[in-house]
Each structure stands twice: as C-alpha cells, then as structure tokens.
C-alpha cells in the first residue's frame, strides 16, 4: 500500500473536471465541473436521484466516471483504487462492521495501513465524537446517532484529505441531527480537513456549509455562500430548493441605469441587473419575508409609492388565506391575473392587520427582487415546484455563480 | 450524557398490566410438541437401544445377553483404531476439498449471480433429485480406468500409464466431496448473502485492499457459514460406507463399512453398537474442539 499522498504536500483543492457518469443510457452526472477549496465545508446540495451520491462515490473511487477526471490539487485520482485514495466516506447507512467492536472499527483504516500503536489515537477520536467508554461494544448496540459518530470517527481517525459525507443524519430524528449538525461542524472546524456534504435537507446544508451546489438533474445549477443562494437564487429551481419564493414572468420595458423596468402583467416592477433589450422576456422573483402585505388605503396615492422605495415595487391583490403561526403571519394574496403571491410577516407588532377577502398591495423594495432564468427556459419545469423531484428541464446549461 | 440504557427487555411487566393468559403460555411447549415426540421416537429410544447392545455380551448361537460389560469398546478400539483414523482422515480431507470449491461458489452466487442466482442454487441442489447410490455408481463409470478422466490424467502425465483413480483413497475422497459439497454451500451461501456488501466498499474506502478485506470483513462474517457447512459435511462423511464400497477398496475400508458388515454379515451387534457409540464420541470431541477453536459459538 503506498503512503498516503497527503503527507507529502499542503492542502490541496479538491476538483472535478468534466465529470460524467452514465449507467447505460441513465445519465447520472453530466459534464459536472467543480472546484472545492482545501478545508472548506462544501455541500451538494438536490433532491434524490440528481447525480449527487454518484459524484460523491466517483471522489471515493467506489465508481468509475464514464468521462472527465478527479483531481487532488494538481494529482489525477480518477483511476486510483478507493483503497489508494486519501479520501474517506461515512456512508449514508454507516456501514458499521457488525463483527468487529467500535474500538475495531475506528482502528480498521489505521491498521490496514500498517499502524500498530493505535490505542491512544482511537481513545482521542472517540473522545473527540463524544463516545468515550463505548469502544468495547458492538455496532449492534449502540443507538442511531451513536452509529453515525462510530462512523464519523472511522473515517476521520485517516486524516483524509477530503472526508466525504453521504446523507449522514438521514436517519437521525430532527433533534438529533441538529445536534449532530452543530458537532460535525465543530469537529470539521477543529480538524481542518475538506468535508464534502451529500444532502437533500436544505436546512441542513445551509447551516453546515460554507459553499454549496445546488444539483438537478445530474448538473450544478448553482454554486455559492448558503446566502448568496438564497438572496441571489439564479433560477427558479434553486428559488424554490432552498426557501419559498414568488416568481414571477414579465417583459423588459426599459433599462433604467443598472436597473430594469420589468412589466408583469401591466404591472411596472423594478430589477436589479440588465435583463435584456426592451420587449425580451424577463423572470423575477422576490422571498415571501420580504414583502409586506398592506392594506389598500395604505399604500395610496400611487405616486407616493414611486416615491417610497420601500413601496416601489407593488402588486394589488386579494387576500385569499391569513395563517397566523405565532412567530409570523402568512398570507396568500391573489392577483388580478390569478396568481398567488405569499407574504410572510413577522409578529414583531406595528403593522395593520390584514384579514381574508382584503384588497391589498404587496410591496417590496426594488433590491430584494431577483433576477432569475426566463421562463420560456425553464417554464415547465417551474410548474412542479416546489415538489423536490423536479422534472428534467429541458435544456438547462450549467449555471455558474 | 447519551449512554444507552440496557434495560432488561424481560423486565418484570407493570402491576396494571393483565397476566399473559395461560392459553397463551402454552403455546411453545404445543408447538415444540411434535419436534420433542419425534425425537424421543426416533432418536432416543434407540439411542438407549444401541447403549444397550453394546454392553453386551454372548454370541451368535447362544444370544447376546445384557451383562453390563465395557470389554467390548476396548476390544473394537484396537481392532478398529486405524479404520476410524481413515475415516476422520477422508472425511476431513472431502472437506476441506468441499470449502475450497464451495466457498468460491457461494461467493459467486451471493455477489455475483443476480438474475441467475437461482438457477445456480438450484443446480447445486439438482444432484439430490437422483438418488446417492446412483450417483456414487455413476462416479464408479466416471474415474473407470478406461474413462476419459484416466485417459486424460495420464496423457498430461499426472497419472502413470499404468496408474488408475478407481480403487484409491482419492477416489472415495473424490466421491464425499461430490456427494456432501450442497450441504456445503448453501450454509455458506446463506451466510454470504446476509452480508451488506456496502460493507466491503466501507473496507475498501478503509484503506483494505481486496485480500485484506476479505480476510477481515467477509471471511469473519462468513464464519458461522463455514461452520455450518464443514460439520454437515465432516459429519456424514465420517459416517459414510457407500463410498468406499464403490470407490475403494476393501482394504482402504472406513469404519461405516466397519459397523456395517459388523451389523449385517457377522451379526456381531454388541461390536457393531460399541463401534457406532465410539464414532458418535469421538465426532462430538472433534467437534466440539473444533467449534471451541473457531470460535464461533456466539456466531452459531
């Protein structure tokens, strides 16, 4: 067995470079281009089946990519067998030796690359995950989250380069894994190694990652900062993964500066960006906490409104549903042209209450709207969301940051 | 702290709850009822029996007479020592022969076969619908000195020109092997296919190269498998006769061909009864200090 390469040099940046995986005529990954900083907390962010659980086995080398390459700095890994590779996963279902004790199962990688003295090492890791005093018993008798720290210990107790994690609270209840959320993050912060994240929990992702990759369909549809992704979504698809949003379709009327004069269904919204010529279609979008709901009378005379930015953007509209959560209120406001429009509002007091059957206007300002990818593009697709098996758009091109 | 409780699962159940009713408690010892009758029936009753024969003494014209005598087993263990010896010696032998070309294919099976997973199994079972004697004699036309197996053993020269396989110890080896190697694989087979072969990929990702993993994922986790499959293999073939009487010869006899014409062609029962009580014994010795050796009694 060669020495782990890791030893040798700096910390290197993960990276995938064309990477696709056909299994016969199912394509899983296509054409997937990623670079992934040493010692950062990177998330692939999808529903299931959009290729993120095979990129992740194509790092491990557990699968062998159709085309492109796997990258460790500037060293090709893509042939490397998974054993040569200093890369470690913790499976989605732990895939915890069941004959060998938790002690046995943390020393496995070690003592397969020849090291003897193993005892303090797994005692510290063990500590480090928590499970001091567990090391004699069996997989078998330990509870779920206990499993996924065994797990966890097993694969970080190799230093790896990259540690790869597979869908790993998947299993745990919601208090568990927001336990075991903040532990991984702690232990990923104190060792330094690069942690690649395999999840379709948004939440999860957001609160872990310091970049993530939003996958559908076997692509990136987008590539940032948990908030960059949620105040910048870029498409439709990546509005609605991560959070709620109102999208809307419309045409460019003008460019105004670094503005755009969008017109949805005779309404004039303001967009952030250039959109296109004038008469090009043009798609928009803006997050239900960042509207306001407000009562008709409230938001007259009309040109006091242009005057307010905090009104500049503005739909009329009907209140059809008011759900007070206690936290917030939420509205569904319906549009003279039939669409619902959601409104989240915070219980922090002051504004007028709005009830069911109220004309209304949702305002908002004019920089928390979004831009995102026409609709003639992704119009199909956009009708299933928020569901998260989308259908396969189309043709949807890779979209970077 | 997150320890796990180990309650007791069998805690004693809340005052509240109603006592299981006594119909209910009856039910295992219903259900263990026809096994029990079977074995007191058939098996010991005529244990009893055997004990019984062999502790006497007497002979054929004047009959056996039940006088409590150990005389018996000294005597069938000298005269029949060596017989006994061979006889662990093949069936030892058949077994191993059966492990190495029975773990192999309940490997292939398990992990392998897929869609003809049972088609496979099913050939493995396919001998068992002819009967033992029939294949043993088939075996007999198989390794004839004019058989195409001879002709080409001596042609590649592993056998002399004059050599034979009929009448050898490796053809009664040959023979248990064939007949006893289902009951080795399906146990292995069995214990194979439980395995989660995301397992392996774990001992792969772990650093373990193929062999290693095998050596320290699958083959342990196969162990009950093994043992399984090495007692029901070493048992019978221990016990059996028909090989040698077709295969071998009478001076490579096991000591079931012993027993047998003990029982049935010198009526000497009390010899024949103390020969198959010494066979059990000493198979339980060995078996025991093989499982102890293995130890796989907390896989069992």
Redesign the interface.
Known sequence: MPERAGQQHGPRDLRLVGLRKAFGSAVAVDDLSLTIPAGSFFALLGPSGCGKTTTLRMVAGLEIPTAGQVLLGDEDITRRRPYERPVNTVFQSYALFPHLSVEENVAFGLRRRGRKDVKGVVAEMLALVELAGFGRRRPGQLSGGQQQRVAVARALINEPEVLLLDEPLGALDLKLRRQMQLELKRIQTSVGSTFVHVTHDQEEAMTMADTIAVMNAGLVEQLGSPRELYERPASRYVANFLGQSNCLDGSVVATQGDETLVEVHGVRLLVPGRLGPPGSPASLGVRPEKARALPWDAALPADSAVRDPALRNAIPGTVTDVSFTGLSTQYVVRTAWGEDLGVFSQNAGGEAPVLRGDTVVVAWRPEHTFPLAPASVVAEEAAEQPLPRPAVPPTMAPLGS | M?A?R?APVTATPPADQPPVPPDRRRVPYLLLLPGLLWLAVFFVVPLFTLVSTSLQTGSLEEGYALTFSWSTYGGVWTTYGRQLLRSFCYAGSATVLALLIGYPLAYAIAFKAQRWRNVMLVLVVAPFFTSFLLRTLAWKIVLADDGWVVGTLQAVGLVSDTGRLLATPAAVVLGLTYNFLPFMVLPLYASLEKM?P??L?????????PM?AFR??TW??SLPGVVAGTLLTFIPAAGDYVNVQFLGTPTSQMIGNVIESRFLTVLDYPAAAALSITVMAAVLVLVLAYVRRVGARELL
């Open positions: 997150t796990v180990t989660d995301l397992l990929e774990a001992a792969s990702d772990l650093h373990a190269t290693t320290t994922v342990p986790l």
